[in-house]
């Protein structure tokens, strides 16, 4: 399985940014594929993801609203799409993959709860 992030970057408060995840060695019928973001200081979120065991999609309460995740079969690959975003947003964001669900208490989960996970694309807030 692999996971290739990328579309990471430095943008100002207000900008948009968009990152694609390029996924190989699993199906998105059987795997759930969601983004989560690691703090400086190392905390995590889980902001996005989209269930297989549901074929919904579901955010984290910090980025509905702002945050659309998307989903290219055809390509096996998954894109965030990040607008009116903030310096809070400033984090490492990586795509994650696990053999069907991907709620925690009907949130997106966390990192350390993924199967699989990708190497990760920085992205930074400025204000």
């Known amino acids: 399985v692999q996971l290739v992030e990328s579309g990471g970057g430095l943008v100002q408060t207000g900008g948009s940014l968009r990152l694609s995840c390029a996924a190989s060695g699993i199906s998105f019928d059987e795997y759930a594929i969601g983004w989560f973001r690691q703090f400086p200081g190392n905390d995590s979120e889980g902001i996005s993801c989209r269930s297989a065991s549901t074929s919904g999609t579901y955010y984290a309460d910090s980025v509905k609203g702002r945050f659309t995740m998307s989903t290219d079969f055809a390509q096996n690959t998954v894109y965030l799409q990040m607008n009116d975003l903030k310096p809070e947003d400033t984090a490492i964001y990586y795509c994650?993959?696990?053999?069907?669900?991907?709620?925690?208490?009907?949130?997106?989960?966390?990192?350390?709860?993924?199967?699989?996970r990708g190497q990760g694309t920085k992205v930074t807030v400025s204000s």
């Open positions: 994650a993959a696990n053999y069907f669900y991907c709620l925690d208490d009907d949130s997106p989960m966390g990192g350390d709860e993924y199967e699989y």
